[in-house]
């Protein structure tokens, strides 16, 4: 309608402005995913699981560091699986 101010629209953020995760909480989120699949967790519960331990980063980004270690997390699951 004339006169009437348009809705203010919300810009889902790109790749390019993902924020950067340090080392450090990347190698704590594989130890984390190791450790909860050696005792039997399902891949799909991992994400939620380690996003809600504190000092971890958000949803999104526990989600992107599982899928970019994934081979890393299997190995490491599989040696503390047989100790």
């Known amino acids: 309608k004339p006169g009437r101010p348009a809705a203010p ?3 889902l ?3 390019a402005a993902k924020t950067t995760v340090d080392d450090t ?3 704590a989120v594989v130890k984390d995913a190791a450790r ?3 005792w039997g967790r399902a891949w799909h519960e991992l994400p939620e699981a380690i996003a809600r331990i504190a000092d ?3 949803l999104q980004q526990v989600r992107q560091i599982l899928r970019s270690n994934k081979s890393a997390i299997e190995q490491r699951a599989n040696a503390q699986s047989k100790h």
Do not use: Q, Y
């Open 9 to 11: 629209r919300h810009r």
């Open 13 to 15: 953020p790109t790749k």
């Open 25 to 27: 909480t990347v190698t």
């Open 36 to 38: 909860l699949l050696s």
């Open 56 to 58: 971890r980063p958000s």
